[in-house]
């Protein structure tokens, strides 16, 4: 998939369909994954109302130096209003956690797993969010020039609470990117051989809605 396209598609919200819910077969796959994963269990009865909006990294994260529990935080790039009317204002800081980690060893494959759940206002008050990345980006410009493309386009409107994303490996330095809305954590970075390092800046592109907003559908 090429990059300009593929930031096409997030711009216009077309991208929700690369992020649809498989086949039949797929969906048992991953409801047995779930049934077998506590992580997933609370978060499946929610129907959450998530918004898009572009941030980038603060600071670089690599699987070679990472710590699970480590400290990890995102700025917005632009300001947006969720589904329940919060404001989170351009420069918007959201903190979170490596969640898991596993380094290479000699070459092996890399993983990294972020979960971004707090908000930081203008003022220091502090808000419980939900955040799924739904895409990352080079952060510097004359990467995103080999591709052809200027700038990083906008982030969908809405997110289906349904939406899973797999991001390929070559829009983002040979780093690929799995997330879930349904999943309790923001979303996973892989890298087939070598560590994978995230550069200060990164772009992501994240849904988000406050912790408290997500219906239970189920009556749990």
Known sequence: MRFAAYLRNLSMGLALASFAVAGAAS???DQNAQASDPSTQSASAHAWS??????R???SIDTESAKQGETVRA???GSVKTADGLKLDRGTELIGTVERVEPSANGSPSQLTLDFTTAQLKGG????????L??????DADTLA????DTIGSAPRHVDSQARIDQESGVLNHIALKSSVQAQNSGTFTKKDGNLKLQPGTFLQIGIAPANSGNISSGV
Not at 50 to 55: I, K, P, R
Not at 125 to 132: D, H, Y
Not at 134 to 139: R, T
Not at 146 to 149: D, I, K, L, Q, R
């Open 146 to 149: 080999a591709y052809g493309v």
């Open 75 to 77: 700025k917005l790039d």
């Open 57 to 59: 990294l603060v600071g």
């Open 134 to 139: 739904l895409g990352a980006f080079p952060s």
């Open 27 to 29: 969906a048992q796959a």
């Open 125 to 132: 008050k502090q808000i419980p969010v939900k955040v799924t």
């Open 50 to 55: 998530l918004v898009g909006v572009n941030a």
